[in-house]
């Protein structure tokens, strides 16, 4: 789409409204929640909102309020409206990143997109490599907003909105997943009961709010974890119709999700319960699509499978509810271990520790390292917020690119740095839930869903719900051996005996050594050749080459630096020759 005094707008989907003077034009992608819900939800806030379809409810908030509403919005979007009297447009993206908004000034006009690999391929923009782009993507394997890979393309943040009028852009943030000011709510007087009552009333809330008027069929997704149980629970508890589960299985017993998510179905009496399994093919072709799926280079691998279930999803539903949202946000992983390590052991004391932790991993098998993650590594770090990059770090970053690059390069290390009005344990899972779940994890899902033509309704992400999970006292999301998320897991219980669902959560692991190599080996010899790196002049080829030498030899450790690099490789390939 391309603004310059007009807009052009297709009305396929139905997802673009002009008023009745013609006056303003409003365009949007996403999954609000439906028009009658979000018009009664916003004049409960206080805004007039009328219409009888999700177009006229945006745009009727829009010109009676401005940005305000945008904090009260439900569900997922990306909206574009034009005032096409006064020049004025504006964008904005909801508020966790659900959906995204690419932005490019380009002769005096602005081009948009929610899709960065249609605006990429649009020819309305100038296309050349952002260093700063590229160096967030070789060491976290995504690139954080305002970033994209485009030197001259960028992304809205998670929260905020865009004014362009006659060639002048203003930026602005309508809200913010990390405020100015840290504080807990006022628990005083309240039982741990009621908290799980108010939990259980607004979660319940945001499933039923999300439920399509007259379904009789839902689909959703399953593992064999809390998230996705709990959501099936709710949904089975709270609505009648039929509910179609989604599995994705894997070939290794310690990673495959079936087992705990057919006990789950059981329990549930889903009779319809889809479990997925990837062949080589399947993980190939996926591979080779990534580049137009996201438009830049994308190194989370775990979005080969999800594409995979999505398509199978996609067979037969157009929208699907899924358990993204309480990893971080909600309370998981207990991170203040790794942090204290790092402040009170030295470098030449972590060093030994690391290679005992290795060694014990590989002998017993105890699965501290994954194909993406290296105790080893995450052990051995100049500091601390390297922890949080999941690809290249500290020196083998400098390594590759032959120059010094400094953890002040990166956002989450300055936050992490200067928010320290915010109590550690709540500064870590906040760093997490934005600068990986947000930034990464959905711009990875949203992207997927978007290539292949299904809604992710993620119930969990509603703004009531995040406010008073996020602001209760540390104690109502983390107890015992450092893994959290205390009230889900108690009002879980109410729905479903412990025993259906506790134990060990397996985490799907995508690794390419399940399959045959060959094929991976013919794209490094084609895309990372030593000297068409070299031509290109980014990377140390001899970096690359042992890297690769390396993995086919059997050393994972070299893993993420080789498909991070391929990755890149094939989207430059096709983007940028």
């Given at each position: 789409?391309?603004?310059s ?7 396929e989907g ?9 006056r303003?034009?409003?365009l949007?992608?996403?999954r ?5 819900r ?16 999700i177009?006229?409810?945006l745009?009727?908030?829009?010109v009676?309020?401005?940005a ?26 909801d ?9 490019a000034?380009?002769?005096g006009s ?22 700063e ?5 070789l ?9 994209t890979?485009?030197?001259d393309?960028?992304?809205?943040s ?9 060639g002048?852009i ?6 913010q ?15 741990e009961?009621e908290?799980?009552?108010?939990l ?13 008027a ?5 689909a959703?997704y399953?593992?064999?974890?809390l998230d996705?149980?709990?959501?099936a ?9 039929e509910l179609?589960a ?6 290794h ?5 079936v ?17 997925v ?10 591979l ?12 989370d ?12 999803v ?22 203040r271990?790794?942090?204290?390590l ?12 690391a290679?005992?932790?290795?060694r014990?991993d590989?002998t ?15 052990l051995t770090q100049?500091e ?21 690059v400094?953890p002040?390069?990166f956002?989450v ?5 200067d928010?320290?009005d ?6 870590l899972?906040?760093g997490?839930?934005?600068?990986f779940?947000m ?9 997927i ?9 993620c119930p ?8 008073f ?8 999301k ?5 893994y959290?998320k ?8 109410r ?25 991976l080996r ?27 030498d ?17 990755v ?6 096709r983007?940028l020759?």
């Amino acid at each position: 789409m391309r603004s310059s005094g007009a807009v052009l707008y297709s009305q396929e989907g139905g997802r673009c409204h002009r008023s009745d003077d013609g006056r303003h034009v409003c365009l949007w992608d996403g999954r609000p929640v439906a028009a009658h819900r979000l018009a009664k939800h916003l004049a409960g806030h206080g805004f007039r909102a009328e219409g009888e379809s999700i177009g006229e409810v945006l745009l009727s908030a829009y010109v009676h309020h401005g940005a305000p509403p945008l904090k009260f919005l439900r569900g997922s979007f990306a909206l574009a409206i034009y005032d096409t009297l006064e020049q004025v447009l504006f964008l904005a993206a909801d508020p966790y990143g659900l959906k995204r908004l690419f932005v490019a000034e380009s002769g005096g006009s602005l081009v948009f997109s929610s899709d960065l690999g249609a605006l990429a391929g649009s020819g309305l923009c100038p296309l050349s490599l952002s260093d700063e782009g590229l160096t967030e993507y070789l060491s976290f394997g995504y690139i954080h907003p305002p970033l994209t890979i485009y030197k001259d393309v960028s992304s809205l943040s998670v929260g905020e909105f865009l004014a362009w009028e006659r060639g002048e852009i203003h930026r602005s943030f309508y809200h913010q997943v990390i405020g100015d000011r840290w504080a807990f709510a006022d628990v005083e007087g309240r039982t741990e009961n009621e908290l799980l009552d108010e939990l259980e009333k607004l979660s319940s809330a945001a499933i039923l709010d999300r439920i399509p008027a007259g379904s009789e069929r839902l689909a959703v997704y399953l593992s064999s974890g809390l998230d996705t149980g709990l959501l099936a629970a709710s949904l089975r508890r709270h609505w009648d119709g039929e509910l179609v589960a989604f599995t994705l299985g894997s070939e290794h017993p310690r990673h495959d999700e079936v087992p705990g998510a057919r006990k789950m179905a059981g329990f549930l009496g889903l009779g319809d319960h889809r479990c997925v399994y990837m062949t080589k093919d399947d993980c190939y072709e996926s591979l080779e699509q990534l580049p137009d799926i996201f438009g830049q280079p994308m190194a989370d691998l775990s979005a080969i499978p999800n594409l995979v279930i999505t398509r199978e999803v996609g067979r037969e539903f157009t929208e699907i509810f899924a358990g993204d949202g309480p990893d971080g946000l909600y309370g998981n992983w207990d991170l203040r271990p790794w942090y204290q390590l790092y402040r009170w052991v030295p470098y030449l004391v972590r060093m030994p520790l690391a290679l005992v932790a290795d060694r014990l991993d590989r002998t017993l098998g105890l699965g501290l390292s994954t194909p993406s993650r290296q105790i080893a590594e995450l052990l051995t770090q100049p500091e601390f917020s390297w922890v949080f990059h999941k690809k290249l770090k500290s020196r083998d970053l400098e390594r590759l690119l032959g120059r010094p690059v400094p953890p002040e390069t990166f956002a989450v290390h300055r936050y992490l740095r200067d928010r320290r009005d915010i109590p550690l344990y709540e500064r870590l899972r906040m760093g997490f839930a934005l600068y990986f779940v947000m930034h990464g994890v959905l711009l990875k899902s949203g992207a997927i869903h978007n290539a292949v033509g299904v809604e992710q309704i993620c119930p969990y992400y509603d703004r009531d719900l995040v406010d008073f999970i996020c602001a209760l006292p540390t104690r109502f999301k983390i107890r015992g051996k450092g893994y959290g998320k205390y009230l889900h897991t108690r009002l879980l219980e109410r729905y479903v005996p412990p025993e259906v669902w506790r134990g060990r959560k397996r985490g799907f692991i995508f690794d390419f050594r399940s399959f045959d190599l060959a094929p991976l080996r013919s794209l490094t010899d084609r895309y990372l050749d030593r000297g068409r790196l070299r031509e290109a002049g980014l990377f140390d080829p001899d970096f690359v080459g042992k890297s690769v030498d390396a993995y086919f030899k059997g050393d994972d450790r070299a893993g993420p630096a080789v498909l991070t690099l391929l990755v890149f490789e094939m989207w430059r390939d096709r983007y940028l020759p």
